[in-house]
């Protein structure tokens, strides 16, 4: 009996001592685990991914994995990676041949890249064999035409001007089918409705159309945000963002496409005509933005 006293006493002590390091493990898991994450949160929103996105991608993360490769700061970079594209849609790159494409309008504030964009996508698409022409609808600003005639005859491809919308849909009328017609038009601030109202015209001009917003994404968020909103009174397909060369903060352009849920086509990421255009990705942008965590 004493030697049954004893062993009760040691499985006492042992037990005893498992439930302390229980404890010490659940107390280690407590510290590091919301520290991880709160660094990928602050990772994100340093970017200037927002807020609520950032916080809705480390609670996925959270769930997604494991206790044990929470504390790994490689998994979690690309568990919150792979959660921010999920939130992302993107267009792929234009299809020439697509029944909604036939006219294809660049539009958005003043200088962020619009006509030098337009002449990256004519000129690929020219590149590609595919019939394309260019018209512009910018009478407005003082060598606007030439800018983009010069485009067009280094490109070998026709370019005309639509000073009205009704010029507008006789240029569709003549192009021949299949092929794209991509529209260059005027920058408008975001604050003149009766600048956008006219657009807007232009935009009605072309029934198959495809209509990406043009923003520099060295913008600031909350300006991007403001200027989507004004030119959504446009029915949007896309935004396409400019001058990823100029920052490298990548999170507004995804919190925008996330909180809007319209798709991104393009990035450009310099002045170089043809090159400096990428098909949006969603995989990739996302990699940029948590390239920061874990340096
Ligand atoms: N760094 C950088 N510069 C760019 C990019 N895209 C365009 N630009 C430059 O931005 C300036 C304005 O480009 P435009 O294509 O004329 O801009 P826009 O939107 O047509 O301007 P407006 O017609 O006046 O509204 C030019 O100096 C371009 O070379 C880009 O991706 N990166
Ligand atoms: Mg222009």
Redesign the pocket.
Known sequence: SELLTSVSRDIARLSAQVQQLVGASDRAALVVEPELLARCQQALVRQDVSVDLATEVVRAVRRDLSDHALVDPIAVRDAAASRLARRLSVTGPLRPYADASRVVFLI?P????????LAKLAANLAIQQHRVSLVTA?TF?IA?IP?LQTYAEILGIPMEVAYTPADLTQIIARRPEPGLILVDT??RSQYQDAQIDELAEFVAAAPRRTVYL?LSAATRPDELAETAQRFGRIELDGLLF?????TRRYGAVASLAAELGKPVSYF????NVPS?IEVADAGQLAARILASFVA
């Open positions: 958005g003043t200088g962020v890249g619009k006509t030098t964009t910018d600003r606007a800018q005027p920058g043009t400019t001058k990823l060369d100029e450009t990421t310099g002045q400096d």
